[in-house]
């Protein structure tokens, strides 16, 4: 069998995949194809998937709905990366009798929480427009004036562990951190150095606001219009957790409007439509989902998947979510 196997590696859209782990060992028993580029539909993720045995997605990148997985008949493992996917029906993998394994994810949280403080720190002080007026030949001109962190208050959505270290990070800057999320308390709030808040109350006090919620039913849409309106005028919205956790087209009109600025590293859609209005929004900064996107994540990413499709090969897997989908 093992002859045989062919393994696809998807989602590589930074094309780092092959020198983040040693294939070799893969490559000497299986084929081993690399896709660089996102699938443009469901459609076309089943016409080119459908002779594969084992797949190796970059972790939400691309979707595998039941729908999908009924369209792949040779498949037999998704060796995903980090712990869990949102976007992939473990039932479905179940019941197709396709197993499921995945990866450990240790610095995400640090990597995360650093590219959420310094893109709070780039729209704060108008980076991006800076550098792009020096490479255009001008200096400061068409640059806005900044604003001070030091003394204003950050709005925590989310305290868990990503959230937590943003919070540590705006104490550093000598800001006021308020937090809240739906099952937060004031005491676990103040053992992460933050002061618990409503809602509401967030949103109105917070000079910024950086969201760190895991997407499901209960969190999609947890900012709407009415919750933009309640932030200062002028305030910054920090996402990079996932793009749903905000309605986009009630962000879209807020910014249009001028009423806030956001500084933004997820995306309801990924990549990012050629023609989305976001790209052509001004008061707002874009990074292309680069919160875990460091050489020491993907290099765990793919050296434990590479580990998991051998342990497949060798018919003694490890790390799998699934294990009753070996007798379905």
């Not at 080119?48 to 037999?76: H, N, V």
């Not at 949102?86 to 394994?101: E, F, Q, R």
């Not at 709030?189 to 039913?217: N, P, R, W």
């Not at 051998?310 to 018919?315: H, K």
Request: aromatic content about 6%; charged content about 20%.
């Amino acid at each position: 069998m093992a002859s045989l196997v062919k393994i696809a590696v998807l989602d590589d859209w930074q094309g780092i995949a092959r020198a983040s782990a040693d294939w070799r060992a893969l490559e000497a028993r299986a084929t081993v194809d690399f896709f660089p580029a996102a699938f443009a539909s469901e459609d076309e993720a089943a016409s080119r998937l459908a002779a594969y045995d084992i797949l190796l997605p970059m972790r939400e990148r691309t979707a595998f709905p039941a729908s999908l997985i009924a369209r792949l008949p040779r498949l037999k493992l998704i060796a995903m990366t980090g712990p869990r996917a949102g976007t992939l029906d473990l039932a479905a993998c179940t019941k197709a009798g396709v197993l499921v394994c995945n990866t450990g994810s240790d610095a995400s949280g640090a990597a995360t929480a650093e590219l959420a403080l310094a893109l709070l720190l780039a729209a704060a002080r108008h980076v991006p427009a800076g550098d792009a007026a020096i490479r255009a030949g001008r200096f400061q001109e068409g640059v806005g004036l900044g604003q001070i962190l030091a003394g204003a208050t950050l709005g925590v959505i989310g305290l868990g562990r990503i959230g937590a270290r943003m919070a540590g990070y705006g104490r550093a800057l000598g800001m006021r951190v308020l937090a809240w999320s739906a099952n937060l308390t004031p005491e676990r709030a103040a053992e992460a150095g933050a002061e618990y808040a409503t809602k509401e109350a967030l949103l109105a006090q917070s000079d910024a606001i950086s969201l760190h919620l895991v997407l499901s039913a209960r969190t999609r849409g947890v900012l709407g219009a009415a919750d933009l309106a309640r932030l200062k005028p002028g305030a910054i919205v920090v996402n990079t957790a996932r793009g749903p956790l905000i309605e986009e087209a009630a962000l879209v009109a807020a910014l249009r409007e001028g009423r806030i600025r956001a500084a933004l590293d997820v995306f309801d859609t990924e990549p990012l439509p050629a023609d989305h209005p976001l790209r052509t929004l001004p008061n707002s900064v874009l990074t292309p989902h680069l919160g875990f996107g460091t050489g020491a994540i993907f290099r765990q990413f793919y050296g434990e998947a590479v580990e998991n499709i051998a342990a497949f090969l060798d018919g003694a897997p490890i790390r799998v979510v699934n294990p009753e989908a070996a007798s379905a």
